[in-house]
T-cell receptor
C-alpha cells in the first residue's frame, strides 16, 4: 500500500544536539512538506519542496534544515539553533498541480528536549 | 499575510448536528480544505471547496462563500468517534499546494 512514513515516532534530544527526523513516501508525489504543531496552535510550515534538489523556507524555518536528494525522501534536521524544538512534527506529501488533491500526512514524530 | 479563525472548542450531543465555522483572510485564494485530527495522530482529509456552495460527502458537508471569506463544516448524526480536532486550511494563490492552517476546533461529542 502507498503511504508516507515518519520515524521515529518519539524522539528525545539533549540541549545542544542536532537530530534528524525521517520522512519517506512511496506515493510518487512530487511535493513534500514539514509542519510543526504545538498545543493549541495550528500547523505551521517549516520547509517545503516541490521537486528533487529544490526546497523553500516556510514560515518558521529558523533553526531547521532539510534536503531533497531523492523524490521519496525529505528528512528534517532540527539544529541546536532551534530554541524551542519540543513539538509534534508532521510530514506531508501531495501532487503538484492537482487542484483538489489534499495532503497525505505521515503519522508524526513527537520531539522532546530533555 | 494569512489569517484563519476557528472556534477553539465545541461540544455537541451524539446524534445531533454541529457546524464548525472558519473565516479567512489570505493573499489570494485557491481552495479551502477541512481535515480531521484525532489526538496524537495525523490529520486526515475530509473535504475541499474552491467554488461557492455546498459539497456533501456522507455525514460531512462543507460550505464556502469566497466573497465573505467564510466556510463551515457540517457534521450530521454525530458519533462518539467524531470527537477530534477539525482543521481549516487555505491554499493561497502562487504557493503551489502550500497550505495555511487555522488553529483547529476541538469537538467533543457527549452522550
Amino acid at each position: 500500500d502507498g503511504g508516507i512514513t515518519q520515524s521515529p515516532k518519539y524522539l528525545f534530544r539533549k540541549e545542544g544536539q542536532n537530530v534528524t527526523l525521517s520522512c519517506e513516501q512511496n506515493l510518487n508525489h512530487d511535493a513534500m512538506y514539514w509542519y510543526r504543531q504545538d498545543p493549541g496552535q495550528g500547523l505551521r510550515l517549516i520547509y517545503y519542496s516541490q521537486i528533487v534538489n529544490d526546497f523553500q523556507k516556510g514560515d518558521i524555518a529558523e533553526g531547521y534544515s532539510v534536503s531533497r536528494e531523492k523524490k521519496e525522501s525529505f528528512p528534517l534536521t532540527v539544529t541546536s539553533a532551534q530554541k524551542n524544538p519540543t513539538a509534534f512534527y508532521l510530514c506531508a506529501s501531495s501532487e503538484v498541480g492537482m487542484a483538489s488533491e489534499g495532503y497525505t500526512f505521515g503519522s508524526g514524530t513527537r520531539l522532546t528536549v530533555v | 499575510g494569512q489569517n484563519i479563525d476557528q472556534p477553539t472548542e465545541m461540544t455537541a450531543t451524539e446524534g445531533a448536528i454541529v457546524q464548525i465555522n472558519c473565516t479567512y483572510q489570505t493573499s489570494g485564494f485557491n481552495g479551502l480544505f477541512w481535515y480531521q485530527q484525532h489526538a496524537g495522530e495525523a490529520p486526515t482529509f475530509l473535504s475541499y471547496n474552491v467554488l461557492d456552495g455546498l459539497e456533501e460527502k456522507g455525514r460531512f458537508s462543507s460550505f464556502l462563500s469566497r466573497s465573505k471569506g467564510y466556510s463551515y463544516l457540517l457534521l450530521k448524526e454525530l458519533q462518539m468517534k467524531d470527537s477530534a480536532s477539525y482543521l481549516c486550511a487555505v491554499r493561497p494563490t502562487g504557493g503551489g499546494n502550500k497550505l495555511t492552517f487555522g488553529t483547529g476546533t476541538q469537538l467533543k461529542v457527549e452522550l
